[in-house]
């Protein structure tokens, strides 16, 4: 079983950068595909960007081209960096991961092991 755990998160403005990290612990992320979710406020958990053993991605279509997914699997954790952050982009961030390294899934039903989330809040 493998533990997450996500840090990075904090309050900036409209326009800043940020890089979460997602760190695991009890096995090695190469045997798993890895994922970003977020939820705000009276919303449903949704899909930010997926990443498999390979460095294959997936981004939802919100972020693409201001958030990248990254994995360093010899340290064992996952990155979402954030630029150009939006109001909207306020959220609990959490990771998640499936073992299966080669399919990186979009749906939340699909991954096995979750991070408790790190907050995101971007004021305008």
């Known amino acids: 079983q493998v533990q997450l755990v996500e840090s990075g998160g904090g309050l900036v403005q409209a326009g800043d950068s940020l890089r979460l990290s997602c760190a695991a612990s009890?096995?090695?992320?190469?045997?798993?595909?890895m994922a970003w979710f977020r939820q705000a406020p009276g919303k449903e958990r949704e899909f930010v960007a997926a990443i498999n053993w390979t460095g294959i991605r997936y981004y939802a279509d919100f972020v693409k081209g201001r958030f990248t997914i990254s994995r360093d699997n010899a340290k064992n954790t996952m990155y979402l960096q954030m630029n150009s952050l939006k109001p909207d982009d306020t959220a609990d961030y959490h990771c998640a991961a499936r073992p299966d390294p080669l399919t990186a899934a979009t749906t939340t039903t699909r991954y096995d092991y979750w991070g408790q989330g790190t907050q995101v809040t971007v004021s305008s």
């Open positions: 009890g096995r090695d992320i190469s045997a798993y595909a």
